[in-house]
DNA sequence: CGCCGAGTTGAACTGAATCAAGAAACGTGG
DNA sequence: CCACGTTTCTTGATTCAGTTCAACTCGGCG
């Protein structure tokens, strides 16, 4: 079920699933290839099924990591897509992958013509809340080495299909800092 | 009106803020007060109308401040109360207050009653997640200097109402560097 | 008056950034 | 299949922001 990884399945109903799909559109994408470009309102909530997808900004000169999507999660811009203004991430495919998305509209109508659709949207909320409450509190308490380590454990697939200035910026660090985390054990 | 800083105004129904006030609890309380307490599940969302709350939790030998609550804004141990976990957070007054809030079950039930409202609840997590996720960015690439301007820029008064160490926690540093950043301008 | 919490200041230390140079791996075209 | 350029990764030397630890000041307040 591709919404596993999303903590839904137990609280949502089969009829939603039915509609949810029926909007949905499938396609197969090469690596490189860009979901979501920066500087236009992101129209879309992709589901992966096969691959790996990251969105990424730009600050200053560099190129900065803020979420991964492997298979069966989800990914979007999605302060755009809540806020209806303009990103300032890029999502791109790090490998051919195939994926699903619904447009906003699409989205925004199922909530309007079935209100109690909001439940999930708020579930899902609320898991994404969760997740990013962590994410601060590793920033503020764990040292780059401790949380590359609680990357590695949740995600162990990363360290050998992401480039390493990849994971750093996500951690928070640089590249050369990570790399003597990896040379030291 | 009380939800002005949730940023939910207009995008709300007039009845829902009848069902939601009858549902609530009013109360004067003084400084100190601890409106929720560790190490159990959370059952009140809280609003603020006069005075000022923190959230508060123990990392080692240390108090941390993760939010405070002025004025027009909300608090609650919010993953406990999303998740019905038992809660690492204190809640406490820092000023004599007044407040209303409003228990878990309530709230669920006038979810269940009136699921259209849901909307609501996935609007105010979506307020949430814009703030959280700039807080993240504020930990990952602003010095302790900047965190410290754009917080007393953002709140201007939480300067003269709280302490030095609790501000220091809240934006991940040390009450001794706070306290030099203050020294020198 | 003496204590206590809050804030300040100094000195030494440290984790991570920065800058710079190489080494390895990768892929593209001849 | 090799050669070359590009991108990715590693390693070293230096610097710096912020921590830690410790001592000291200041303003209440019982």
Redesign the interface.
Known sequence: MIFDNLNLSDQISADFFDDFSKLMTFQELPSKHLLHCEGTICNHFFIIHKGLARAYYH?DTKD?TAHFAIEKTSITA??SF??RKKSRYNIELLEDSSLSYINYDDWKKL?EDK??Y??Y??IF??N???D??E??ED???YSAKERYEKLTHKFPSLQQRVNLGHIASYI?ITQETLSRIRAKK
């Open positions: 600050k900065i999605i302060d809540i806020q909530l209100p109690h909001e439940k949207a708020r909320l609320e994404i809340y969760i990013i409450a994410r601060i920033l503020l308490f928070g």
